[in-house]
C-alpha cells in the first residue's frame, strides 16, 4: 500500500522535497505539478516526481500528502478550495514562506477529517556558507531546520506526519507560532531584498552610474544580487502581507542609516569605525551559533521507524506476536 503524494510547486524547494521522498526506498507515488510547465518537466526528468498532472485540483482529492509551495500570486490551484476538497485523513503542509495569513484561512476550509500545517524548511550551514547558490537535491535540507507551525487542534498524527517529513530531509522540526516565524522571515529574508532593491535603483537614478558600473565588483554583486532572488510577483505580494514586521524593520534599518549619515558627514573617523566594528560582531556571532549546527548536517539519513505516522500511511505496522 502505498503513500499519494503531491507537490504543488516544482520549485527548489518543491523538487528538492519529492527527491527526498524519493531516496527513502518507501513506497511514495509523487505526482507534481507547477504552472511553468518547463520547470515542471525539468523536475521530472530531475527524479523529484514520478509524474506530472495538469489537473492538480483532482489530484489534490485523492492524495494522502499535499506539499504546496506555489505563491498566491502564481497561476496554480486555489489553496482554500483545495483545502475543501480533500479526503479523510489527508495532511496538507504549507511550504511557502509566511504563514499568519494562511492560518486565518485555510483551517475554516479544511474538509472533515483533513489537517493542515505550516512548515517552512531552512538551509543547513553546509548550504548556508557554501559559495555555489542552493540547487534543487536531495539533501537540501540536510543539518536544517523544519520550521512548523501548528493550527490550534492539530491531530497528532499530523504532527507526527511532520515530525517524519523532517527526518527525510536530514532536518530537525523546530515548532514556533506564526507570528514569530513571519517576522523572522522579515527580518532574515524580506528586508535584504527590499535593501538590495531600493540600492540598485539609487544607482540607477544617477547617469554616472553606466561607466561607475564597470568598477563594481564583489562587494556590488553580493548585495545585488538579492535583489532577484525571488520573482518580482511573488516578493511584492509577501511584502504586502508581511507589512507591519516588514515596516518595522525598514524603519530600524532608516534609523541606523540615519545615524550613520550624521558620522559620516561629521567626518570623524574614530566615531565611524565603531558601527563598523559592532556590526563584524553581530555578524561573527550569527555564524558562530549556525555553525554550532555543522555536525548534525553530516548525518546519515535515518531509517523510516515501523512506528512512524508516515510508515503507518504506507501500512508498515509491526506484526502483532501470536496469541
Known amino acids: 500500500m502505498g503513500v499519494d503524494i503531491l507537490l504543488l510547486g516544482l520549485g527548489d524547494t518543491g523538487a528538492s522535497v519529492g527527491m527526498a521522498l524519493g531516496r527513502s526506498g518507501s513506497e511514495f507515488r ?24 495538469s489537473d492538480p485540483r483532482r489530484e489534490a482529492r485523492t492524495a494522502d500528502l499535499i506539499f504546496n509551495n506555489l ?29 499568519r495569513s494562511a492560518l486565518e484561512v485555510i483551517p475554516a476550509r479544511l474538509a472533515a477529517g483533513a489537517a493542515f500545517v505550516g512548515a ?13 547558490a542552493p540547487q534543487a537535491s536531495a ?28 527526518a527525510l530531509l536530514g532536518a530537525r522540526p523546530f515548532f514556533l507560532d506564526a507570528a514569530e516565524l513571519d517576522a523572522a522571515i522579515a527580518a532574515s529574508e524580506a528586508l535584504p531584498m527590499v535593501l538590495a532593491a531600493a540600492y540598485l535603483r539609487s544607482l540607477a537614478a544617477s547617469p554616472a552610474w553606466r561607466d561607475q558600473g564597470r568598477l563594481a565588483a564583489r562587494a556590488f554583486e553580493g548585495l545585488s544580487r538579492l535583489a532577484a532572488l525571488r520573482p518580482a510577483a511573488d516578493l511584492a505580494q509577501d511584502l504586502a502581507a508581511n507589512r507591519s514586521n516588514v515596516l518595522r524593520w525598514i524603519d530600524a534599518f532608516l534609523g541606523e542609516l540615519g545615524d550613520l549619515r550624521e558620522l559620516v558627514a561629521q567626518a570623524d573617523s574614530e566615531s565611524l569605525r565603531r558601527p563598523f566594528e559592532d556590526a563584524v560582531l553581530v555578524y561573527q556571532s550569527w555564524k558562530v551559533n549556525r555553525l554550532q549546527d555543522k555536525g548534525e548536517s553530516a548525518a546519515p539519513l535515518p531509517p523510516m521507524s515501523t512506528g512512524s505516522a508516515l510508515a503507518r500511511m504506507l501500512g508498515l505496522r509491526r506484526s502483532l506476536p501470536p496469541r
Do not use: W
Open 30 to 53: 509523487r505526482t507534481g505539478y507547477d504552472p511553468d510547465t518547463d520547470l515542471a518537466r525539468a523536475a521530472h526528468k530531475a527524479g523529484s516526481v514520478d509524474r506530472l498532472t
Open 71 to 99: 505563491s498566491p500570486s502564481t497561476r496554480g490551484p486555489d489553496l482554500e478550495a483545495v483545502a475543501s476538497d480533500l479526503k479523510n485523513g489527508a495532511v496538507l503542509i504549507d511550504m511557502t514562506p509566511l504563514k
Open 120 to 132: 517552512v524548511p531552512i538551509l543547513g550551514v553546509d548550504r548556508v556558507f557554501h559559495p555555489d
Open 139 to 166: 539533501d537540501l535540507f540536510q543539518g536544517g531546520l523544519l520550521a512548523l507551525v501548528l493550527p490550534p487542534g492539530t491531530p497528532p498524527e499530523a504532527v507526527e506526519v511532520c515530525t517524519d517529513l523532517a
